[in-house]
């Protein structure tokens, strides 16, 4: 059906910086098609069609095996060295294997890793560049560094030791931690919830080469119909004769303001000349610290938004992003802004404080809440993407709705932050009507009813998915 939204789709077997000019709207190009060469022979290359913009190099990276191919892969792999993968080494392997991180062939080698860091871009072959701001890297330990020895391939298995893909021609360097932390947060605090989950007890070493992913990632989550892959949703954009793609990342549930932000947009780019823009409302899907609302939670909660007609199911795509969350502020934004390109998105919608998160130690945001969108607005690599700052929305007591903030009323207006809305919620109490729909206002109430806090103090992920 035309007007599904949660779509079931099974699995198909360069801009180089000119200036640093602004590119907020209402100040955009149309985007124009253009070639470029495959950055190496192991990656399977699809052509995308002019009616969405160009992903990153030119072609989409796909990193799977084919299928006919994918038993002899497993006898290959299982004469190779294993190195085993955490689960958010797993969420890495799917981002890349998909081509989210195109035109990036596998985890990076150091000079990938290096540009990374320091320029928050890639130059390919011809003299591009596509941004890159987040390092994807797989670290080892000195025990596996040893038991690779001088082999140019390794495997990589899960936490069952199933092999799920092989890295080929591979570079093994030093694990700068330090730096990396450095360069990505801005800030070594201690408490950064990515670095302590992933890098402060990893390996001293990282690992880069060519990925061949076995077969698709999946989770069995009862959300895999969910994880469309860059290639899969630009094809539902073609489907529906998408003529604009407006991305709307997020960690949070759905409120009436996000709503009213995405509506608005599409307005917008209406009032530009564009006839059917459609909205990728695409939460985040990969690892989230310990006091976010779980995947599956949210996306029950989305589900209820649809049903409830608060956006509208025929110009509205929900799809589940794999990355994990670094929470590194403006550097990272610009990781979740690049991988949309890919995805087909020549819009992307973004607001205050994009990526960030209250400051570990001091009482404070560890980043200013206006950086994200001016510092997307000059990054290198993503000059092709037009970018909407959002608009304040708050609760208007006048009208009983969310609607734009107008400083000349202030007192209008009530600001319900996450923090307050999440105590009704585990208060069991309702917000302001015109908050947020019924439907996805119950389902938050029944997530912090459902669950019992661990001995630890975290709170386990219940799925009813």
């Known amino acids: 059906m035309a007007s599904t939204v949660f779509i079931q789709t099974s699995f198909p077997s360069k801009s180089v910086n000119k200036s640093f000019n602004t590119h907020f709207i209402p100040s ?9 060469k495959p950055r190496t022979a192991l990656s399977n290359l699809f052509s995308v069609r002019a009616t969405l913009i160009e992903p990153d190099g030119g072609n989409l990276v796909d990193l799977h095996v084919a299928e ?13 060295p294993r190195v085993k993968l955490t689960r958010i080494d797993v969420q890495w392997v799917h981002v890349l294997s998909e081509g989210w991180a195109s035109p990036l062939t596998g985890f990076m080698r ?7 860091l320091h320029f928050n871009s890639l130059r390919l072959d011809d003299g591009s560049l596509v941004n890159m701001s987040v390092p994807i890297v797989l670290a080892i330990d000195d025990s596996q560094k040893e038991r690779i020895g001088e082999s140019n391939s390794v495997t990589l298995v899960d936490s069952d030791d199933n092999p799920i893909a092989i890295l080929y021609d591979i570079e093994i360097y030093k694990h700068a931690k330090e730096e990396r932390i450095a360069r990505t947060w801005g800030s070594t605090a201690p408490g950064l919830p990515y670095v302590e989950e992933a890098i402060t007890s990893a390996g001293n070493w990282l690992i880069g080469g060519d990925l061949k992913v076995i077969e698709p990632i999946k989770y069995h989550d009862g959300l895999d119909r969910f994880r469309l892959s860059p290639l899969q949703l630009r094809q539902e954009f073609e489907r529906r004769n998408a003529d604009a793609v407006f991305a709307f990342q997020l960690r949070n549930p759905v409120h009436n303001g ?3 932000l995405m509506t608005d947009t599409r307005r917008r780019l209406l009032e530009m000349g564009y006839k059917n823009p459609i909205l990728l409302l695409h939460p985040l899907g990969g690892y989230t610290k310990a006091d976010d609302v779980p995947l599956s939670w949210r996306m029950k909660q989305h589900e209820k ?3 409830d007609g608060v956006l509208d199911p025929e110009t509205t795509v929900v799809s589940i992003f794999p990355s994990p969350m670094h929470y590194a502020g403006p550097t990272e934004v610009q990781w979740h802004a690049k991988a949309r390109i890919n995805a087909g998105a020549n819009f992307y919608i973004v607001g205050r404080d994009p990526a960030g998160m209250g400051h570990p130690v001091e009482k404070r945001d560890l980043y200013d809440a ?11 690599g993503l000059e092709r993407l037009n970018i909407l700052p959002f608009r304040v929305a708050a609760y208007d007591k006048t009208q009983g709705k969310m609607a734009f903030f107008d400083p000349s009323r202030a007192q209008d207006f009530l600001f319900i932050s996450g923090t307050k809305m999440r105590t009704l919620a585990k208060n069991k109490e309702n917000p302001p009507d015109g908050f947020m729909c019924p439907g996805g206002w119950k389902v938050l109430v029944e997530y912090y009813d459902s669950f019992t806090p661990s001995d630890n103090g975290r709170i386990p992920e219940t799925v009813p998915a």
């Open 28 to 36: 955009f190009k149309l985007p124009v098609s253009v070639s470029f």
């Open 68 to 80: 006919p191919e994918r038993e002899l892969k497993k006898r290959d792999a299982a004469l190779l």
């Open 110 to 116: 150091e000079s990938e890793f290096l540009q990374t």
């Open 258 to 260: 996000h709503a009213l």
């Open 305 to 307: 938004v649809l049903e």
């Open 370 to 380: 206006g950086h994200g969108k001016k510092v997307l607005s000059m990054a290198p």
